[in-house]
């Protein structure tokens, strides 16, 4: 048993209603209050009738009664205006600072012991979704309607840490764009990597040597670490050479090889195709990177990701290793992701600071539009009967899996409450 278990049960109105204090007067709850997250009682305007009498005030909560003095509440004022002590046990009277006694509910036995019992199994499940075997209860309804909230959680999130660079790079916007759409090009296994790539060539250095694919190529290769080597194939000599000037001219200093991963990726993911098709998109957009937020429809997004890794990578995947003839266009799982991870975040972003609801809005009217993601995490939703029918959905989903059943928040979850109390409502008030 835990506090929060027992603030839950206060909250969502699980208790039977035939309620008793421990002096033998009848509880009659209101309204359970508003929750308080902070120091202080557990809930504020509480209303309740305790006999005859009717109670306006806190209730705080605790899993034994004796933790009031444990927790020193009989010292703290801000416990004097308490109505009411919740308690799954009641191993102590209590008494306000004023020597009055504060009345007590014993909660153990008046709930449904179903909540708890589901309860104790999702928190003790070992599946990556705890409640997994339970979310066949679940209505589809249940994800449809709380998907923009969780999606505009995560986006919130993703928010706070774009504008952690933002502020870095000095409020430059198009600097910022560059980098978080490079870090988008490492699809997760090399998103790192990338990240340090755009940093160790900035945008401003990117315009001055960029007059084509090949010099695009040549100094992000070079940065990445990939010109440690020799080569005998005339195309990675040519950008060896290109970049060791680039180098001298602009005293260059290159990541570390080590850093790309290259280990179970499917070779049309190999960092090699992906930093040439960004230099690709470099060279299509011309370095201006207010173009990548530019197109306001899906179609205007997918057509910006038409690109692909130059010639000599259609017979190559790595240097001069040829391989057989396969163009290495960015597929539309590519693109979906891209433009989800790497776009619409950017613009919401761009939306919020710039006071532009309209932005925003469009960022998840474009999410609706868009498939949902087919990444491992959205299909053991799938196989667990939760389906996705957009990227809103998918959105809302990885949000929920990393914000709330990685970290057991099942509690704050609606999912938890349709599993907990939404089977239990016949047992509510037996
Ligand atoms: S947080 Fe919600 S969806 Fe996740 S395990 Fe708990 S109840 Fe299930």
């Not at 359970?32 to 006999?51: A, H, K, V, W, Y």
Request: glycine share 6%; aromatic share 12%.
């Amino acid at each position: 048993m835990n506090e929060k278990f027992l603030s839950y049960l206060w909250k969502s109105r699980c208790l039977h209603t035939d309620l008793h204090t421990e002096s033998g007067e009848e509880l009659a709850i209101h309204h359970p209050g508003e929750q308080n997250t902070d120091s202080g009682p557990d809930f504020f305007n509480s209303r309740l009738r305790i006999g005859n009498t009717q109670w306006a005030g806190n209730i705080e909560i605790h899993v034994c009664s004796s933790d009031w003095y444990r927790h020193g509440h009989h010292n703290d004022p801000a416990f004097n205006n308490a109505i009411l002590h919740v308690v799954f046990e009641n191993d102590k009277q209590v008494y306000r600072n004023d020597g009055t006694e504060l009345p007590t509910l014993v909660v153990k036995n008046h709930f449904p012991a179903q909540i708890l019992d589901r309860y104790q199994k999702i928190m003790s499940a070992m599946h990556p979704i705890p409640c997994m075997t339970q979310l066949h209860e679940i209505p589809q309804s249940c994800l449809r309607l709380w998907a923009p909230a969780l999606t505009l959680e995560r986006w919130m999130l993703r928010s706070e840490n774009i504008n952690r660079f933002w502020e870095k790079s000095g409020n430059d916007w198009e600097e910022i764009i560059y980098q978080h759409i490079a870090s988008c090009f490492g699809f997760k296994i090399n998103q790192s990597a990338f990240e340090l790539l755009a940093r160790s060539a900035p945008l401003k250095l990117i315009r001055a040597v960029c007059v084509s694919q090949k010099n695009t190529e040549a100094l992000l290769f070079g940065q990445a670490g990939f010109f440690t080597g020799t080569f005998e194939e005339e195309y990675p000599l040519e950008l060896f050479h290109i970049y060791q000037l680039l180098k001298n001219k602009y005293t260059l200093q290159p990541l570390q090889p080590g850093l790309w991963k290259f280990l179970r990726l499917h070779p049309l993911n190999f960092p090699t195709i992906r930093i040439s098709q960004f230099a690709d998109l470099i060279t299509k957009i011309n370095a201006n990177f207010f173009r990548i937020l530019e197109p306001r429809t899906l179609a205007g997004f997918v057509d910006l990701f038409q690109i692909s890794a130059s010639g000599y990578w259609n017979s190559h995947y790595l240097f001069d290793r040829p391989s057989s003839a396969s163009p290495k266009k960015l597929g539309p799982a590519g693109k979906e992701s891209l433009i989800i991870n790497g776009v619409l975040p950017m613009l919401f972003f761009y939306g919020t600071m710039k006071d532009r609801c309209d932005l925003r809005e469009l960022t998840f009217e474009l999410l609706e539009q868009m498939p949902p993601e087919r990444i491992a995490v959205i299909q053991i939703w799938k196989n667990a009967g939760i389906i996705a029918q957009n990227a809103l959905e998918s959105q809302a989903l990885l949000q929920l899996k990393s914000h709330y059943c990685d970290k057991k928040r099942c509690l704050e979850c609606r999912f938890g409450k349709e599993i907990l109390v939404g089977s239990s409502k016949s047992l509510k008030n037996p």
